[in-house]
T-cell receptor, first 110, second 115 residues
Framework: QKEVEQNSGPLSVPEGAIASLNCTYS??????FFWYRQYSGKSPELIMS????GDKEDGRFTAQLNKASQYVSLLIRDSQPSDSATYLC??????????FGAGTRLFVKA | DTGVSQNPRHKITKRGQNVTFRCDPI?????LYWYRQTLGQGPEFLTY????????KSRLLSDRFSAERPKGSFSTLEIQRTEQGDSAMYLC?????????????FGPGTRLLVL
């Protein structure tokens, strides 16, 4: 069974702090990795994609990938209350299916 | 707004009725996906189209579910003889394969409630 696992949270951080979200996956053949943000009642919105080991930065967001450890993370710097949402980790194993984790709920306290 | 549209946005139906949902992908995207999402879970893959060909179906998709993508443009997902367990958000996503990299863009979803 191919799986993507995330801590369900909730993760609570104060405004301005760094939020760290983690994800592990089971299929070593996985090629592409994504982080989506999902507000309550809305559809997932792509934040970051990462395809090779290391860090990828985009504004306040940094995705980190370690294929040897089968681990991908998302750091949100200077967290804002508007960042409060569920963050979904998604893994493309190279087939037609993208496997999503159950998501981590993030609360940023003003 | 990603450019993927879905209709209707909400549907309430009685158990046993048939429902049909529509997805209009981003026009140049050749791949289209359907997912189902229930509360507290991530989206679960249902089926996938490359142009008009349905290339993959999840084992989650019972015989009551059927999907089409005529002419490789919009897609429909039909659920026959709905059951209360079908209540969920049904999400459509489209993508354009670029080399080995593919990014899926989601529509707003159709929320189904079966009474």
């Amino acid at each position: 069974q191919k799986e993507v696992e995330q801590n369900s949270g909730p993760l609570s951080v104060p405004e301005g702090a760094i939020a760290s979200l983690n994800c592990t996956y089971s299929d070593r053949g996985s090629q592409s990795f994504f982080w989506y943000r999902q507000y309550s009642g809305k559809s997932p919105e792509l934040i970051m994609s990462i395809y090779s080991n290391g860090d990828k930065e985009d504004g306040r967001f940094t995705a980190q990938l370690n294929k040897a450890s089968q681990y991908v993370s998302l750091l949100i710097r200077d967290s804002q209350p508007s960042d409060s949402a569920t963050y979904l980790c998604a893994v493309d194993t190279g087939g037609f299916k993208t496997i999503f984790g159950a998501g981590t709920r993030l609360f940023v306290k003003a | 707004d990603t450019g993927v549209s879905q209709n209707p946005r909400h549907k309430i139906t009685k158990r046993g009725q048939n429902v049909t949902f529509r997805c209009d992908p981003i026009s140049e995207h050749n791949r289209l996906y359907w997912y189902r999402q229930t509360l507290g879970q991530g989206p679960e893959f249902l089926t996938y189209f490359q142009n008009e060909a349905q290339l993959e179906k999840s084992r989650l998709l019972s015989d009551r579910f059927s999907a089409e993508r005529p002419k490789g443009s919009f897609s429909t997902l039909e659920i026959q003889r709905t059951e209360q367990g079908d209540s969920a958000m049904y999400l459509c996503a489209s993508s354009l394969m670029a080399g080995v990299q593919e990014t899926q863009y989601f529509g707003p979803g159709t929320r189904l409630l079966v009474l």
